[in-house]
């Protein structure tokens, strides 16, 4: 299958400093890429989707301006958690859908794990 | 809409078979299986995307039942890697392409 990879794997940072974490498709190109938040033993919740060339869409309760989200090229999307407090501490994982064709499948990074103290 | 999972848990010897069931109250485009290990990222299962499509991954296998919008995971003669977390991923018909709602999962624990 496709290959998505994140990184940092794992990061800790002090409270009101900014994380940036990086989705990379690695061997095919996405023009959309999603970003999801997971705490423990909980689902995945979609916080965005991003979109190659133009604005990210935020779902409902996200604050765009706090999870700044970048998709320069068709294989790599950042998503920025700026000013982290603990309470942002998460598991987060990007997932990558093939562009164009009719293939569907999407794939997930390996999860980037924010400890904010 | 999150789609519903169920059971929450099962707990199955080695060798025993379950079901894991997703219902969503929209109507779908496809249903995507997952599933998670402790600490680690999903793992693509399968995606199902006619309604009446049955598909297999090694000895799981899921259904898609596209007028009662609802999915169907089945884990058959269970291994002991089969354990985790088992996700449902949907994507409505009227959804933003590749936007997916997932179900609250359901927990797998399979015993020697």
């Known amino acids: 299958g496709a290959v998505v990879s994140q990184h940092p794997s794992r990061v800790i940072c002090k409270s009101g400093t900014s994380v940036k974490i990086e989705c990379r498709s690695l061997d095919f190109q996405a023009t959309t890429m999603f970003w999801y938040r997971q705490f423990p033993k909980q689902s995945l919740m979609l916080m965005a989707t991003s979109n190659e060339g133009s604005k990210a869409t935020y779902e409902q309760g996200v604050e765009k301006d706090k999870f700044l989200i970048n998709h320069a090229s068709l294989t790599l999307s950042t998503l920025t958690v700026t000013s982290a407090h603990p309470e942002d501490s998460s598991f987060y994982i990007c997932?990558?859908?093939?562009?164009?064709?009719?293939?569907?499948?999407?794939?997930f990074g390996p999860g980037t794990r924010l400890t904010v103290l | 809409q999150q789609p519903v999972q169920s059971p929450q848990a099962v707990i199955l010897r080695e060798g025993e078979d379950a079901v894991i069931n997703c219902s969503s109250s929209?109507?779908?485009?496809?249903v995507h299986w997952y599933r998670q290990k402790h600490g680690e990222a999903p793992v693509f299962l399968m995606i199902l995307l006619k309604g009446g499509e049955q598909k297999g991954h090694e000895k799981i296998s899921a259904s898609f039942n596209e007028k009662k919008q609802q999915s169907s995971l089945y884990l058959t003669a269970s291994q002991l890697s089969y354990s985790g977390t088992y996700f449902c991923g949907t994507e409505g018909k009227t959804d933003s392409w590749g936007k997916l709602q997932f179900g609250a999962g359901t927990q797998v624990v399979v015993t020697p």
């Open positions: 997932s990558a859908r093939e562009s164009g064709g009719a293939v569907v499948t999407q794939y």
């Open positions: 929209k109507a779908l485009y496809s």
